[in-house]
């Protein structure tokens, strides 16, 4: 029995409708005198085995300057849940659907419907064709289940990675060089299949073949189309040229620029473009993008494992373009797919995790480095210098990148401990001088008043002081009045609060706990800084304390036992912390007199 039935005459395709709304008969497809499209109804005769009660969208929209013929209009009802004609009365919730002839699928219009829903994480699902005929053939492939056991590929002329695991056929840049690219498209049934490569609205290259948007369609009189329109061949041999309405899938992503290009927005005529080609064909579901996009490997993952989950091919496809393309790039032609029929759901999404801060750690690792404030000599430079070279080498988006995060969050971790034991033994490491030598090339922006004052008691300004040129370090400065700067840090690098006695005798020992505010998970450095000319011993040198979490407060003790010979005046010492390279420094003054030493105040930093 066959699964699809077409019918040049409106009348016969009527009856036929009322038939199919019962359950019984072929699912009709009304073609009129395109006979071009019982090309596309054999194959799919091949791709889907048996009915589906496709899941509907919450709102359907129906843009039509003509009434559609009832019949279709039937067929097309049970596919939203709610139908209205004007996009500005769409509610603020759920998913929509748009559905039109081409022409009437403006891409002006349809780009703002989909920015909004882009913008609020809605599905959205677009039903067209090129004319009444192809949308009546569109719609009717809704209701379909494609075959069991139908294989999900990846086809990409610029995906040189290793196969993904998810994928049952993977044809990466090496194969599509060497293989019979038209052969593997055209030799099988698909479930889902992506083709990755270059091209424009009526094509998508692919090594030395090329999945053409030629349509036997008449062009319209008189409009623009490419190279092979005015008679002067394609630019690729005609045996490498695969049509897209030939590919046997179920769900076909087109992933390159403009492949699925709206009216007034297309190049070409309708009868060159590669979107109405394919659903001219088989796919019940056809990806294509409305504008120029950088999809890449992480695209084509994020297809192959996150489609169910996120609703939408499309939308999937959408949210990992995100940091690069923060815009809808690719649209969804057809509901969801029967090719997810075979989807688990089970697992739930991932855990977001933390993003590591790399565009900050760069930049501090940038200020080390190349701003002067080391010298070419400093016994951390060379591990400072890998680490910067293995970070811009990693900072790609298009690797996998969580292995080698692993690895620069370890000798991040690894670093931040070895500039702690510099500071704690060597007073005058050249990047304790930061404050000075950076702030002596960047401009204070206006001070902002604290609401904790220091701890004479006294309000407290704060000010970020931003580097002239990229390579130094933009910094925050804290002064007081009568204290000074009490507190200097690379921008966002962990806050100090500080608690410690403000007077005290010869022979005694002060305890200090020093507060850090983490600025994410992980370990935070904590030491302390004695001036060259104070006679006393810290203890311990070092602590390395864990914050679970960004913004937790952790805290250390420590003790300054001060020499029996120290004279009496007026000293400070700097705490410090040190993390992901971020460095944070006080100054804590307090006075050594003759008599017994009282009191114990709050010094804000």
Same mark, same amino acid.
């Given at each position: 029995?066959?699964?699809?039935?077409?019918?040049g005459?409106?009348?016969a395709?009527?009856?036929?409708?009322?038939?199919?709304e019962t359950?019984h008969?072929?699912?009709p497809v009304w073609?009129?005198?395109?006979?071009d499209l019982?090309d596309?109804?054999a194959?799919?005769?091949? *791709?889907?085995?048996h009915r589906r009660?496709?899941?509907?969208?919450d709102t359907g929209? %129906?843009?039509?300057?003509e009434?559609?013929?009832e =019949?279709?209009r039937?067929l097309?009802?049970p596919?939203?849940?709610?139908?209205?004609?004007?996009?500005a009365?769409?509610?603020?919730?759920?998913?929509?659907?748009?559905a039109?002839?081409?022409?009437r699928?403006n891409g002006?219009?349809?780009?703002?419907?989909?920015?909004?829903?882009?913008?609020?994480?809605?599905?959205l699902?677009?039903?067209?064709?090129?004319d009444?005929?192809?949308l009546s053939?569109v719609?009717?492939?809704?209701?379909?289940? *494609?075959?069991p056991g139908a294989?999900?590929?990846?086809?990409s002329e610029?995906?040189?990675a290793e196969?993904?695991q +998810?994928?049952?056929?993977?044809c990466?840049?090496?194969? *599509?060089r060497?293989?019979d690219v038209?052969?593997?498209a055209?030799g099988?049934?698909w479930r889902?299949?992506?083709f990755h490569?270059?091209?424009?609205?009526?094509?998508?290259?692919?090594g030395r073949?090329t999945?053409?948007?030629?349509?036997?369609?008449?062009?319209?009189?008189?409009?623009?189309g490419?190279?092979?329109?005015?008679?002067?061949g394609?630019?690729?041999?005609? +045996?490498?040229?695969?049509?897209?309405?030939?590919?046997r899938a179920?769900?076909?992503?087109?992933a390159n620029?403009?492949?699925?290009?709206?009216?007034g927005?297309a %190049?070409?005529?309708p009868?060159?473009?590669?979107l109405?080609?394919?659903l001219d064909g088989?796919?019940?579901?056809?990806v294509a993008t409305l504008t120029?996009?950088?999809?890449q490997?992480p695209e084509?993952?994020a297809?192959?494992?996150g489609?169910?989950r996120a609703?939408?091919?499309?939308?999937?496809?959408?949210d990992?373009?995100r940091?690069i393309?923060?815009?809808?790039s690719?649209? /969804?032609v057809?509901? /969801?797919?029967?090719?997810?029929?075979?989807?688990?759901?089970s697992?739930p999404?991932?855990a977001?995790?933390p993003?590591?801060?790399?565009?900050t750690l760069? =930049?501090?690792?940038?200020?080390?480095?190349d701003?002067?404030l080391?010298?070419?000599?400093h016994?951390?430079?060379?591990?400072?210098?890998a680490?910067s +070279?293995t970070l811009?080498?990693e900072?790609?988006?298009?690797?996998?990148?969580a292995?080698?995060?692993?690895?620069?969050?370890?000798?991040?971790?690894?670093?931040?401990l070895?500039?702690?034991?510099?500071?704690?033994k060597?007073?005058?490491?050249?990047?304790?001088?930061?404050?000075?030598?950076?702030g002596?090339?960047?401009? =204070?922006?206006?001070?902002?008043?604290l609401?904790?004052?220091?701890?004479?008691?006294r309000?407290? %300004?704060?000010?970020?002081?931003?580097g002239?040129?990229?390579a130094?370090?933009?910094?925050v400065?804290?002064?007081?009045?009568r204290c000074?700067d009490?507190?200097?840090t690379?921008?966002?690098a962990p806050?100090?609060?500080?608690?410690a006695?403000?007077r005290a *005798?010869a022979?005694d020992?002060l305890?200090?706990v020093v507060?850090?505010?983490?600025?994410?998970a992980?370990?935070?450095?904590l030491?302390i800084?004695l001036?060259?000319?104070?006679?006393a011993k810290?203890g311990?040198v070092l602590?390395?304390v864990?914050?679970?979490?960004?913004?937790?407060?952790?805290?250390a003790?420590f003790?300054?036992?001060?020499?029996?010979?120290?004279s009496p005046?007026?000293y400070?010492?700097c705490?410090y912390?040190?993390? +992901?390279?971020?460095?944070s420094?006080?100054?804590?003054?307090?006075?050594?007199?003759t008599?017994?030493?009282?009191?114990?105040? /709050?010094?804000a930093?």
């Open positions: 029995m066959t699964l699809f039935a077409p019918f005459d409106l009348t395709y009527t009856r036929a409708v009322t038939q199919a359950g008969g072929p699912l073609i009129g005198d395109r006979v019982l596309g109804i194959l799919a005769e091949q *791709v889907y085995g009660t496709p899941d509907p969208a929209v %129906l843009l039509a300057d009434p559609l013929p =019949a279709l039937a097309l009802a596919l939203a849940r709610r139908w209205i004609t004007d996009p009365r769409l509610p603020e919730t759920g998913s929509v659907l748009l039109g002839t081409y022409g699928l002006d219009e349809v780009g703002e419907v989909a920015a909004a829903a882009y913008a609020t994480g809605r599905p699902f677009l039903l067209t064709g090129r009444v005929h192809s053939w719609v009717a492939k809704q209701y379909a289940r *494609v075959v294989p999900v590929g990846v086809v610029l995906d040189a196969p993904a +998810d994928a049952d056929v993977w990466g840049a090496q194969d *599509v060497r293989l038209a052969e593997l055209l099988r049934v889902r299949v992506l490569g270059n091209g424009k609205d009526d094509q998508l290259n692919l073949f999945l053409c948007g030629a349509s036997p369609v008449a062009a319209q009189p008189g409009t623009p490419p190279k092979c329109s005015y008679g002067l394609c630019t690729k041999p005609q +045996d490498k040229l695969i049509p897209a309405r030939a590919v179920a769900e076909l992503v087109l620029c403009f492949s699925g290009a709206l009216a927005h %190049l070409y005529d009868k060159y473009l590669i109405l080609n394919a088989p796919a019940q579901t056809v120029a996009c950088d999809g490997r084509n993952l297809w192959l494992t489609t169910v609703g939408s091919a499309a939308g999937v496809i959408n990992s373009l940091d393309n923060p815009y809808p690719f649209a /969804q057809g509901l /969801q797919s029967s090719g997810l029929g075979e989807e688990s759901v697992e999404a991932p977001a995790q993003e590591f801060p790399l565009h760069g =930049a501090r690792l940038s200020g080390l480095l701003s002067g080391l010298g070419p000599d016994p951390l430079r060379p591990r400072l210098r680490l +070279d811009l080498h900072a790609v988006r298009t690797r996998d990148t292995p080698a995060l692993t690895a620069i969050a370890q000798e991040t971790t690894s670093l931040d070895a500039l702690a034991h510099r500071f704690a060597h007073h005058d490491d050249p990047v304790l001088a930061f404050p000075t030598y950076f002596e090339r960047s401009v =204070a922006d206006t001070p902002v008043p609401e904790v004052p220091c701890a004479c008691g309000p407290l %300004l704060s000010y970020r002081r931003r002239r040129v990229p130094v370090t933009d910094t400065q804290v002064v007081c009045a000074g009490i507190a200097n690379l921008a966002d806050e100090l609060r500080i608690e006695p403000s *005798v022979g020992t305890h200090v507060e850090a505010t983490a600025r994410r992980g370990t935070v450095n030491g800084v001036p060259v000319y104070l006679d810290v311990p602590r390395r864990e914050a679970v979490r960004a913004g937790e407060r952790v805290h003790a003790t300054i036992t001060l020499s029996t010979g120290a005046q007026a400070y010492f705490p912390a040190v993390q +992901d390279l971020g460095i420094v006080s100054r804590v003054h307090f006075t050594l007199g008599g017994r030493a009282n009191g114990r105040e /709050q010094a930093a």
